[in-house]
Each structure stands twice: as C-alpha cells, then as structure tokens.
C-alpha cells in the first residue's frame, strides 16, 4: 500500500468547489451552500468571513475529514475536488494545523509523533526516520527525536505540529488559526516558520486567521464566505479590503485598519479594595509516575487592586497570569502570603479571601473563565443568571427584573431558555460575563476578575465587552484580567503588571483613560 | 501522567532494558499461577523474589509509594478482614494478604518501569493486541495531565458561582457529580478534537508501517523462563514444608 503516498514535493495542488454545500448531522440549517471556488497550484489563501461562515468546515472537508464514512458527519451536496480526486479519499495527503497543539499531538514523543502521520500512511519504515529529522529541522525544532511532547510550551508544540504536517509532504496545507492559542512569543515563534516555509514551498496555501493584521502578507487572494452561503468576495487582499471591509468589519470580521473603536468611559480610580501580601503560587501536584516535583512559579508578590481601575496581568504563557488572577479572585489559596480585603471589602469579612465562604465571595468578587462552559452550573440561560439572585435571597419579582435586564444588556433575551452549553462562542462569552455580575449585591460585584476575556471573539462582541467593562469601572468597580490582547491592553488599562520570571512587574501607566489614544485608520 | 522520555533512559536497569510485552507476560504467568494457591509460603517465595527484584526495575521510591501504597492498604486490609471473619485464622489472614501483594507487584513492576510507547509497541507487534485500540490508549495517556488540569478548573469556577460544599457533608455528593458532568462534557469535546486530528493525519486508512521496531531478546525469553522455574520453586517449598493449600481441596 505504499502506492498511497505519492512522490512527494511538486507543484501544489489544484482544488475545485463546485455547488459545494455541507450540512452538519442534526441541524437544519447548511454551514455552506452553493460554494463556487477554483484555487489554482500554489496560490495562498486567506478564507474570512463572519464567525459561523463555515470556514473551518471547509478546511475540514478539504482534508477529507466530511463524507460518507469520515469523522464528521452530515450531508453534502455538489462536488469538492483536490487534484481531481474526492478530498476524502485523500485523507491524510492534505497537511492540517488547528488552533490547539495540545489536541493534536498524539505521541509521547517529538520524533514518533512526527512520524505517526507517515505510519499511517503505511510509509516503509526505513524511510520514515530521514524525513522525521528533515520535517524537525525544517521547522527548527530546537530538541532532539526523544525530546518529550509534554515538556514543549504551546509555541514549541505548535512548531511539532506543522513538523508533523510537512513529513507528508502535503501539496496542500491547510492552517486554521494555528497561533490563536499561543502567547505573543509562541505566536511569533510559529509565524517565522510559516514565513520561512512559504518561501521555499511550492504548496498551494489555505488559511484562517481570525486577526487577518498578522498574516495579511502571507497570503496573495482573499475569499470571504458568507454563513450558510457561499463565496461573496474574491480577489487580491488589497482589492477585496478596499470594496468589502467596512462590510465585513460590521460583520464582526477583524480587517487591517478597521479595528473597532469603543467608547470606554473614563475610569472613577479610588481606594484599594483588596491586596495581594507576599503572595507566592506553586504549581499543582501531578498525577502519576514521572511526573515533575512542584515548582515555585510565583514568590513574594505584593498588589493592590483599588476600586474604579483596570488591572491587566500579562507575560508568557505557564509564567503564573492565570494562577496570580486566582488567587486574587479568592479561588485558589497561595502557597504562601495571602489576599486580603481592603475598605468596603473588609467590611463585609476581614479574613483572606480564600477563607470566605463561596457564596460570600460570589457577592462580592465575580471570576469570568477562559472557558465560559467550566462555570455553567444550570440548564438554561435564564435559570443561569437567577441562580445567584435566587440563592442570595433575592425576591423572584425583583430577581426576574434583574435577570431581564441583564439579558436585555448582554444581547441573550432571545436565547433565555436554550440550554448554555448550545450558544456560539461569542454568547458563551457573553453569558458568563452575565453570570459573573448576576451575583452582586447592587448589580454587580465589586471586583470582576476575568481570565483572557476576549480571546477568540468577534470585533461586535469584543466591543461590547470592553465597553461594559469600561462602564463597570466608572461605577467604581475593579476589574482584573489576565490578558495577551494589546488593543484590549490599550483601551482598558490602568495598570499594567507583567508576571514573569517568578514575580511581577506593575506599571501604572498612561493605557488607561477613555482610550481614545489608541491608533486607527 | 506526565509522559517524560529521558535519553537513554532505557538501559540503565535490568528492567527498564527488557521488552514490556516480556514483563507483562511474565507478570501475567506469576498472577495466574498464584490463584491455585491460598497459603502464605507459596505465595511469599514469590513475593520475596519480586521484592529481591524492585531495585533493579529503575522506579524510584516516590512513584513506588504512590502506585504500591493502595495494593499495600488493599493487602493490609483484605489480611485484617481475613483474620477477623475467616475461617482459618491468622495463617489464612497472612496467606490472603501475601497473596494479593504476590499477584499485584508484579503487574505494577511491568507497567512503571516501560515507556508506555514501547509498551504499545510491544503489545501490538510481539503479543497482536489490534493496533488501534492500543493507539487510542496511548493518545489518550497523553491527555491525562490535560484532564487534571481541566478538573481543577472546574472546582475553581464552582467555587466562583457560590458552590461550595463547605461543612455539610449532604451537598458534597451533587456538587461532585456536577463537576464530573462538566469534566464529561470538557473532555468528550477534546476527545473528539484529537479524534479529528489523528483522522486528519491519515489514521484508519489502511495498514499502518512502523517506525519503531519491538525487539525481544534472549533476556526476554529468561525472564519468562526464571518466572516459570519461580513458580515451580515456590510451589516445591511450600509443598515440602507441609504448609501448601489449594483452593479447592
């Protein structure tokens, strides 16, 4: 069967859509419909399009991954065809990149992970090690074949998984935001491969990237897809921004020079409202054999949070962001040092706030997870924004009226009896950034800490967050968010602490404001 | 479990040196071989040999303690039930202890001191376990440390929402298995992104080619010899010394 990879290298490959169409198992409406699309060998493409436009279904059926008896199922209608052929009987010949390393690698080590793919493919196996090394070199994988898979950061992991992509030798390659879940140094890590790869492949290029800024010039025709439809612009990247991007900037899409400009009122500044004292975290105990010891990754911090400020936390990935928001929320204890409240926090409990009991610390401080589903605890959107209201005494009229208007605030009135766990990524967000203010006393808790708040989302729901975060410090609450967004960074931000290296570094600095310094077009 | 591979890790103990399809069977040969007999000598002459052995299996004490600490307690435990409802008293309460920990230390031998990839290896190219099974095995192990990490989050937004179980023992239950669900739902979602991935890379197409090659050695072959003579051996002492009991006589 070693017929079925073919000689590798060559000019990329040629893909046809015609009338193509996919419909997921289950639901009523198509991802994509009455797509049109000739992508010549070699050309670089960059797909857009409003999130919900299918794009990285596409992406999965040009890997073969839709059809009759392949992972995804559902229905499809017109034809796809790369070099000619069913995309799905050349499953595998295709390389994919997908946003998060940590579910692509398969193998406990660097080398045999690269070499699953070829093994698969039924490769003989004196020729699978050569082109291991050449894959590991060519993304300039800086360990050796034993190196382990658990021990890269995300930026190295992403790295092994493009390694494991080229040991193919695709004549497609298929990226769907393959930096989006990487720090800024990971980020830039895994764009210089691509760059340098780009250069030296004749492969023909398909690409999503939800902040088309980066990798604008990677790309020589952009195609935008419009939900449960098809191709609605095309043309070269200047050409397509220059007719269609106010278009697409309404739609949510983020355009080079169009970035969203919110309207974020002044912060109110005040006193502190808790203290992070000689705050030190180690990380957690691992299960099983060779796990590593605990380690120190943050000693000796000490920050105050005051009411009427943002506070952003950024640095490196694994470097302590989310550990020290935590803490600072009351959620998890510090290895040494504690949180305490300060002025009308102390008021309500003088003790550390690991030690409050959660529905105390609920009223008071409200957390916003990276993954908005870990804090669904109900099955429908209304009962999740009642459940604090109800549980802290409040009376059901009062708590009803309550409930609406934060519906009514945060754009879900219409989705108030689906089950949470159904929304789209933007509405998740949006329902647990209701859930967080839900709890609080006079609408809102005092201090709102938020863990990567606009990772992923849309410029529309983006906006929207910034600006009601923005409202909430003018009422004199804090907010606190770990954080890798510079335009958020710009628009919303008092102070500025870099966790790096075991400690913290904070800035108050000119970031914060009405934000109206930030650049535009 | 954290899947760390260090260089050359392999050959600096006997144990780690041998092929884990090897271990498993050996192990697989003493366990089966103890369940005839219930008395403590048999079953101590080959608890002796193992325990004579764990220096030279490369585990270190922590993850001996971790992994063998449960099998202990369980051995304790079944020998302290044994004492106090059985009816042989606290010769038959020694025989089922010693006999349990005989069974159990070697299969916890086997599988701490292999590389679970050389282990899936071993199984599916010298013992024919079907491949994809084992594949899925060893992606999955991958996810486990991932899975903790996912579970301690979970608990922590919990906590966030108000949910605490704090002094009252009635509400710990619900809110445990509130958090599985989440945990559930968590990790079927990343499931199927792996599940996608591996398809994505050609898994499941046809016949796969292998990169690495499971040798079995003479020393192999020992071991599977040494094993059986072992159980040979205590069955000859016990025997001898008048203190062999079948478990159905």
Do not use: C
């Amino acid at each position: 069967m070693g017929e079925r990879l073919r000689p590798g290298g060559g000019p990329g490959a040629r893909v046809e859509l015609s009338g193509w169409g996919w419909q997921h198992s289950g639901r009523d409406t198509h991802a994509l419909r009455g797509v049109d699309l000739t992508i010549e060998p070699g050309e670089r493409v960059l797909l857009l399009g409003a999130s919900g436009a299918g794009k990285s279904t596409l992406l999965h059926s040009l890997a073969g991954l839709t059809g009759p008896d392949s992972a995804i199922s559902g229905d499809q209608e017109g034809t796809l065809l790369v070099d000619g052929e069913p995309a799905d009987r050349r499953r595998g010949l295709v390389g994919l990149v997908s946003q998060d390393p940590e579910t692509q690698l398969v193998m406990a080590r660097a080398g045999d992970d690269v070499a699953f793919g070829l093994e698969n493919l039924g490769v003989e196996p004196g020729l699978i090690w050569p082109r291991v090394d050449a894959a590991l070199a060519e993304v300039g994988f800086p360990y050796g074949r034993r190196h382990s898979t658990g021990a890269l950061s995300g930026g190295e992991k992403q790295r092994l998984v493009i390694a494991g992509a080229l040991a193919v030798r695709p004549r497609l390659l298929l990226l769907d935001e393959p930096t989006a879940n990487l720090d800024p140094d990971g980020a830039a890590l895994v764009r210089g491969v691509l760059q340098r790869l780009l250069a030296e492949t004749e492969a023909t290029l398909v690409l999503v990237e939800h902040r088309v800024a980066d990798v604008v010039d990677l790309v020589d025709r952009v195609v935008v897809l419009e939900p449960g439809g098809g191709v609605i612009a095309d043309g070269a990247p200047g050409a397509v921004f220059a007719e269609h991007g106010p278009s697409l900037a309404a739609q949510g899409v983020w355009i080079p020079g169009q970035e969203p400009e919110p309207d974020v009122a002044p912060g109110a500044g005040g006193a502190p409202l808790l203290e992070a004292v000689g705050v030190a975290a180690r990380t957690p105990v691992e299960l099983g054999t060779r796990a590593a010891a605990p380690r120190t990754v943050l000693s000796g911090v000490d920050l105050p949070v005051a009411a009427g400020t943002a506070t952003a936390l950024t640095g490196p990935n694994g470097a302590g962001k989310s550990t020290l928001l935590m803490m600072l929320a009351g959620l998890s204890r510090p290895h040494r040092g504690e949180v305490l409240p300060r002025g009308p926090l102390a008021e309500a409990d003088r003790r550390p706030l690991r030690r409050w009991p959660a529905r105390r610390l609920a009223r008071h401080v409200g957390t916003v997870f990276q993954h908005a589903e870990d804090q669904f605890v109900t099955p429908t959107v209304r009962d999740e924004l009642l459940f604090a209201p109800l549980r802290a005494g409040m009376e059901r009229a009062a708590a009803d009226a309550w409930v609406d208007e934060l519906l009514e605030r945060l754009r879900l009135t219409r989705l108030a009896d689906v089950h949470p766990y159904t929304l789209s990524g933007g509405e998740k967000r949006r329902l647990s950034v209701a859930t967080a203010l839900s709890s609080g006393p006079a609408h809102a808790p005092d201090v709102l800490a938020l863990d990567e708040p606009t990772f992923g989302q849309d410029t529309r729901t983006w906006t929207e967050l910034v600006e009601l975060l923005g409202a909430l410090r003018a009422e004199g609450r804090a907010v606190v968010m770990a954080t890798h967004d510079e335009l958020l960074l710009r628009h919303l931000t008092d102070t500025r602490v870099r966790v790096a290296d075991g400690g913290v570094d904070a800035a108050v600095g000119s970031w914060g404001g009405a934000g109206r310094d930030g650049g535009s077009a | 479990m954290t899947l760390d591979v260090p260089d050359g890790g392999g050959a600096r103990y006997w144990m780690t040196g041998l092929n884990p399809a090897a271990k498993l069977l050996a192990a697989l040969i003493l366990a089966l071989g103890l369940v005839p007999a219930v008395d403590a000598v048999t079953g101590g002459v080959v608890l002796a040999a193992v325990l004579l052995s764990v220096p030279f299996s490369g585990i270190d004490r922590r993850t001996l303690l971790v992994l063998g600490g449960p099998f202990l307690l369980m051995g304790l435990s079944s020998g302290l039930v044994n004492y106090l409802y059985g009816e042989h008293g606290l010769e038959g309460a020694v025989g089922a202890a010693v006999r349990l920990l005989a069974i159990a230390l070697p299969g916890l031998l086997a599988a701490a001191s292999s590389d679970p990839t050389e282990m899936s290896d071993g199984l599916v190219q010298k013992l024919r376990v079907p491949e994809r099974p084992a594949m899925g095995v060893l992606a999955a192990l991958r996810l486990i440390p991932l899975l903790a990490h996912q579970w301690r989050t979970i608990s922590l937004a919990r906590r966030a929402r108000g949910l605490e179980a704090g002094r009252n023992p009635f509400r710990v239950v619900p809110l445990f298995f509130g958090r599985l669900f989440a945990l559930l739902v968590r990790s079927i979602r990343t499931g199927t992104l792996l599940a996608t991935a591996m398809d994505a890379r050609a898994f499941g197409t046809g016949p796969r080619s292998r990169a690495r090659t499971s040798h079995w050695r003479r020393a192999d072959t020992a071991l599977l010899a040494t094993v059986v003579a072992l159980l040979v051996a205590a069955y000859a002492v016990s025997w001898r010394l008048g203190a062999l009991v079948l478990l159905f006589s």
